[in-house]
């Protein structure tokens, strides 16, 4: 089992960056897909990235592609989501979550096993 921990969210402008990091407890961090969900007010949770376990391979969401990296440090149990050329739209809350199924290349949010408590990213006009 694995609890997450999300930080580095704020508020920036339109065009700025931002890096996420999610801290995970654990010695078997490595045995987990880790993916960024976000949710914006009013709206659903929906997909955003995630990672293999080894960080190999990644899967994005079409309206981050060239735009968002997600990457990993197991040896620091943390998953990391570089943000560039942030948007108004990017505006909501991202969470963190843990995959215990390995399958990195799916969407299905209900795969998720452990999520965090979110972390505010805000981007002005």
């Known amino acids: 089992q694995v609890q997450p921990v999300e930080s580095g969210g704020g508020l920036v402008q339109a065009g700025g960056s931002l890096r996420l990091s999610c801290a995970a407890s654990?010695?078997?961090?490595?045995?987990?897909?880790i993916g960024w969900i976000r949710q914006a007010p009013g709206k659903e949770r929906e997909f955003v990235a995630a990672?293999?376990?080894?960080?190999?391979?990644?899967h994005y969401a079409d309206f981050v592609k060239g735009r968002f990296t997600i990457y990993r440090d197991n040896a620091k149990n943390t998953v990391y989501l570089q943000m560039n050329n942030l948007k108004p739209e990017d505006t909501a809350v991202y969470y963190c979550?843990?995959?215990?199924?390995?399958?990195?290349?799916?969407?299905?949010?209900?795969?998720?096993?452990?999520w965090g408590q979110g972390t505010q990213v805000t981007v002005s006009s």
């Open positions: 979550a843990a995959n215990r199924r390995g399958d990195w290349s799916s969407q299905n949010l209900a795969e998720y096993d452990y």
């Open positions: 654990g010695r078997t961090f490595s045995n987990y897909v």
């Open positions: 990672i293999s376990r080894f960080g190999s391979s990644t």
